[in-house]
């Protein structure tokens, strides 16, 4: 049976490898339409920001030469020098984003991966002053479904300099039991604080996708970047399906076996999967998916095959499926599971919890988009 089981494995993979590159010449081709004719750049009509400040995560490669880039694009539109700030363990992009604020930047950039795009939001939630997003790592969630481009770094700074400012939603996670087999006394686990509020900006989750997450070799990802997580998701494609009882607003709660729950503000991830079709960055509300597995490997490639269709606007209604992934909208959210499992939010894992409440907090937060 082993070989039947990579052969699933090779077949979801190959599958998913299909779709991103459809969806990614499918965004592409409707970018350029959208763009085709003359602009006229925001910055240079006098429109746009003047103060640019960029937070920038060292540890990421090739951030001396995106420095040179954000130099050489402000000079270009004739703007005052850009501030940059170094992120630190200690200070991973919050401190320094309030710093620029009070040092009066027009502009907060976010220059590293969703971790340091998380702190800067964090610090910019409820303000006036916008965030700009250059990607640098390896999942870049937020920049993909703004369709700011995670190739071509110029492209993202003329994102910043010249294009527009939109309010959208951000989500708040709060992990208020956590599993009983964590060693809080782990290194390497996040403090086990309930009364933290996290913020995510794409996607919260709890359960396979998590795990996912908090599985994935950091060198891995370095070489082969976002498919290093379906790499660690290997081993946790025969793990139990959880039971979870799930709170939407005012509703009564339901039950249900799941492999994995999602609660999403927007829902384009790596390589173009489209997981929460129906999402929208400033709708007001959250969106949720639960998925489930059952019938091992022939399961795993329905819910593959599902994923991939829903993307093109496809869904199917048919009630046994074995692999299925569910969805309904909310501003608030509660899970219990079982047992416990791995949490996450925008691909930064926050450890096992039992039970954790989600909620939207509605156009919250200024980003510069196209």
């Known amino acids: 049976m082993e070989w039947q089981v990579w052969l699933g494995v090779a077949a979801i993979v190959i599958a998913l490898t299909a779709l991103g590159v459809a969806l990614r010449i ?3 081709v409707a970018t350029m339409r959208r763009r085709l004719g003359p602009v006229v750049p925001q910055a240079l009509a006098g429109q746009g920001p003047r103060r640019i400040a960029v937070v920038v995560n060292p540890s990421k490669a090739g951030t001396v030469g995106l420095r040179n880039r954000v130099r050489a694009a402000c000079v270009e539109r004739g703007l005052p020098p850009p501030v940059f700030y ?7 992009g919050q401190g320094h984003a309030r710093r620029a604020v009070e040092e009066g930047a027009d502009v907060v950039v976010a220059a590293g991966g969703d971790g340091t795009v998380r702190a800067v939001a964090e610090a910019l939630v409820g303000g006036e002053v916008p965030m700009g997003v250059i990607p640098v790592g390896t999942g870049n969630l937020l920049a993909r479904n703004l369709e700011v481009s995670v190739t071509d770094a110029e492209r993202a700074i003329a994102v910043v300099l010249d294009g527009r400012t939109r309010a959208i939603d951000v989500g708040w996670l709060r992990v208020e039991e956590f599993a009983p087999d964590d060693d809080p006394t ?3 686990e996040p403090p086990h604080d309930t009364t933290i509020e996290h913020i995510f900006l794409v996607i919260a ?4 996708d998590a795990a996912m997450v908090a599985g994935a070799d950091p060198a891995l990802k370095k070489r082969v970047g976002w498919m290093a997580y379906f790499v660690a998701g290997l081993p946790h494609l025969r793990a139990r399906r959880l039971r979870a009882r799930i709170w939407l607003d005012d509703e009564p709660p339901a039950d249900a076996r799941l492999r994995s729950i999602m609660i999403g503000n927007c829902g384009m991830l790596p390589g173009g ?3 929460l079709p129906d999402a929208v960055l400033d709708d007001g509300v959250l969106d949720v998916a639960a998925a489930d597995v059952r019938g091992g490997v022939l399961g795993w490639a329905q819910l593959t095959v599902e994923v991939a269709m829903q993307g093109f606007g496809v869904r199917s209604d048919l009630p046994e499926k074995l692999g299925r992934i569910d969805h309904a909208t909310c501003r608030r959210a509660r899970v219990r599971v079982s047992g416990g499992d791995e949490v996450q939010v925008d691909g930064d894992p926050l450890g096992r919890a039992v039970q954790i409440s989600a909620r939207v907090e509605p156009a919250a937060l200024q980003v510069r988009a196209p």
């Open 26 to 28: 499918y965004a592409r």
């Open 86 to 92: 170094e992120t630190t363990v200690e200070d991973p």
């Open 205 to 208: 989750g709890l359960g396979f």
């Open 273 to 275: 999967i489209t997981l």
């Open 186 to 188: 782990d290194p390497a």
